[in-house]
């Protein structure tokens, strides 16, 4: 399957549903949008990367918050959006060199502890944010909002798509793999791990500022919301960890089953959806994506083959190292063997 031709398939399809869909339908498919770009988001750092976390939400919520106060001063949302983004590129700047230190465990509590900082500001600074009473906006058209998230989401496909056929994407997966083996053969790991963090960093910051602009209020409870994150992290298991298809599978999947069970079971669909997924990483470990690709079935591509490719034509000069020499044939010992007279 070319990505390509099925980002185009689906900007078609998101370009007529507005056309053709009920309200209803748009409502679903914005939150469907804002999860999708969510979860790429989180897949870099934490699939291709490997730094697993729980901090995502703080840069979406510092997003939801600037993003508010802009609007709240006179901006428009769009620049607003633009604005929020960057303001969580920034922080992800100034905390990537020292949360980046830590591994494992570490940095997915570290992270999670940020997030609960920020909500804590946000409960604190009530001046600014109103606290717990949250801010208010002037409620804005859906049609615009929904074509903002289509586009960073699918922007987001493309793009790693184009990370997951890459120079930066093998070196992130050697970061993955073993970070140890990767400074050894060169690579600059601090660096990577920054950038790759940062990226993570933008489409949380922007996708923040527009669902405070879609629900035209914002609070810290639904800014910093632990189960938006959880929910970011399912769809990537779902789909398939570090794979271009994988978070977007797993986000439409969760996301129509979500739907379904809460309109059909609203005491005990979270329990449902907890059993899903459960049984999900049980029977499919690394993935739905994964899971087909292992198959060989013919409508799936193969894994990575373009990283096989680039892998293969990296010079040894690129690894840091000098490439040995051919090894010369053994030359033959000579005859000394005594002849018979």
Sequence with gaps: MRIPLLILALGAALAIL???????????????????ALAYSWNIIGGYAGYTHFGQVAFFGLGAYVGALLIGAGWHWLPAAGAASLAAVVLALVLGGAMLRLKGSFFAIGMYGLARVGENF????????????????????????????AVIALALIYGTHRLDNAR????????????TAAEALGVRTTRLKIAAFMISAAAPGAV???????????????????????TTIAMVLLGGLGTVLGPLVGAVLLSVVNELLWSRFPELYLGLVGVIILGAVLFMPRG??????????????????????????????????RALPETAPAPRAPDVSVRST
Excluded: C, H
């Design 288 to 321: 739905i994506v994964n899971a087909v690709a292992r198959r060989r079935w013919r409508w799936s591509a193969a894994p990575r083959a373009g990283l096989r490719r680039l892998a293969d034509a990296v010079p040894a000069a690129d690894t840091g190292r």
């Design 18 to 36: 507005p056309f053709v869909g009920s309200e209803y339908a748009l409502s679903f498919t914005v939150q469907l949008l804002m999860f999708t």
């Design 208 to 230: 923040g500022a527009l669902y405070a602009t879609y629900l035209a209020f914002i609070d810290p409870a639904t800014a910093f919301a632990p189960m938006t994150e959880l």
């Design 122 to 149: 946000a409960l604190g600074f009530d001046g600014i944010t109103q606290g717990g009473t949250g801010l208010y906006l002037t409620p804005a058209d859906l049609k615009p909002i929904y074509a903002a998230l």
């Design 168 to 179: 930066f994407g093998l070196q992130l997966l050697t970061i993955r793999e073993d970070e």
